[in-house]
């Protein structure tokens, strides 16, 4: 599996980003989780420490999202454009970061996210005040 982000930049606070993720590599199951991670600014490159954003399983019924994430950001999906999206709004300084996706976890209802094995590159968002 590969998962390519991509919609970063550079935004006002207040402002708006759409951040997407481009699946390929095999059919995606109902269950098949896919997450969105910020990793802080200034850090190499570490998924283990990143902080969970949000998250949404392949058959779209099911979402989790963090707490500072809750109202501002949706998660969606396009199944057939093996895409999922994370439309941010409202954003602050405090959402730059290098925000990465990772796929092949499972949504665990409304109690959190469980990350997979793969990641994308990842796609730099900076939120100036």
């Known amino acids: 599996v590969q998962l390519v982000e991509s919609g970063g930049g550079l935004v006002q606070t207040g402002g708006s980003l759409r951040l997407s993720c481009a699946a390929s590599?095999?059919?995606?199951?109902?269950?098949?989780?896919v997450g969105w991670f910020r990793q802080a600014p200034g850090k190499e490159r570490n998924t283990a420490a990143a902080?969970?954003?949000?998250?949404?399983?392949?058959?779209?019924?099911?979402?989790y999202y963090s707490d500072s994430a809750k109202g501002r950001f949706t998660i969606s999906r396009d199944s057939a454009k093996n895409t999922v999206y994370l439309q941010m709004s409202d954003l602050t300084p405090e959402d730059t970061g290098v925000y990465y996706c990772?796929?092949?976890?499972?949504?665990?209802?409304?109690?959190?996210?469980?990350?997979?094995?793969?990641w994308g590159q990842g796609t730099q968002v900076t939120v100036s005040s």
């Open positions: 990772n796929g092949g976890g499972t949504v665990l209802g409304t109690v959190g996210y469980a990350r997979g094995d793969t």
């Open positions: 590599g095999r059919t995606f199951g109902a269950n098949y989780g």
């Open positions: 902080t969970f954003v949000a998250a949404i399983n392949w058959s779209g019924r099911n979402t």
